[in-house]
């Protein structure tokens, strides 16, 4: 899959949507493998500039730990804490993910994964979702592709579906350095932006990978600048 289909299936799928959740969606993107026995501990925050004054920021941190359940399932637990502008963080959500890894790398055209999702937001709201995984590999480059499709309610939230669609395209230059370029389309969201990827390896199944990007708002609703990143250790 080339960057240009992942644009075209991106921008399509987020117009063609029968109902959409609120809110902007961007997060990291999610790859079909699991590593047997491995574990993680996992640091991740994404956010933009907020409307309360100049120089605040809203982000939302997670701080997660996770591990493999045999060859092809993964299971992964994260708190997390939120703020808005100025204001203080409010803590008190939770996140909870499962992985399954479908098909063996290489096996088929593309590699296959599927992900279930169930999160408690601050102030009783309530989100589950499902995704699916495709990841490509052509030569030096790499392609992935993420359609989530969920379900949202709370007291402060209408019941309603959600739909996202996540592309990367990476060039695998290095263990250390592989740039990429990120899409990600919901009803609140549409922005792209340059992201740099890492894996450092510290010993026998030790390793610290980290990720960052940055983002365009390429609609009137996306914030016009948003970042994100991520820490993770294995062992």
């Known amino acids: 899959m080339n960057l240009r289909r992942c644009i075209v299936v991106c921008v399509a ?3 063609v949507a029968p109902a959409w959740g609120d809110g902007f969606a961007l997060d990291r993107v999610y790859h079909p493998y699991v590593e047997p026995m491995e574990r993680e501990i996992e640091w991740r925050v994404h956010g933009y500039p907020s409307d309360a ?3 605040e920021r809203s982000a939302v941190h997670r701080i997660g ?3 493999a359940f045999g060859e092809r399932w993964f299971g992964e637990l994260y708190v997390t804490q939120e703020s808005q502008g100025g204001a203080a963080p409010e803590a008190g959500g939770w996140e909870a993910e499962v ?3 479908l098909t063996e790398q290489g096996e088929y055209w593309a590699d296959w994964g599927v992900i279930i999702e169930l999160e408690r937001e601050h102030g009783d709201v309530w989100e589950a979702s499902s995704s699916v995984l495709v990841e490509k590999e052509h030569g030096q480059w790499s392609s992935v592709l993420n359609v989530t499709l969920g379900a949202e309610r709370g007291d402060r939230v209408d019941s309603e579906l959600e739909t996202r669609v996540a592309v990367q395209t990476r060039c695998r230059l290095s263990p250390l350095f592989e740039p990429a370029l990120e899409l990600h389309a919901a009803e609140d969201t549409l922005a792209i932006g340059p992201v ?5 390896r510290l010993g026998k199944r030790r390793t610290l990978h980290w990720e960052a990007g940055v983002y365009a708002g390429l609609d009137d609703k996306t914030p016009d600048r948003a970042f994100r990143a991520g820490i993770e250790f294995g062992f």
């Open 99 to 101: 992985r399954h890894q």
């Open 53 to 55: 004054g100049a120089g």
């Open 13 to 15: 799928a987020a117009g």
């Open 65 to 67: 730990y996770g591990q």
């Open 196 to 200: 740099v990827l890492g894996q450092l």
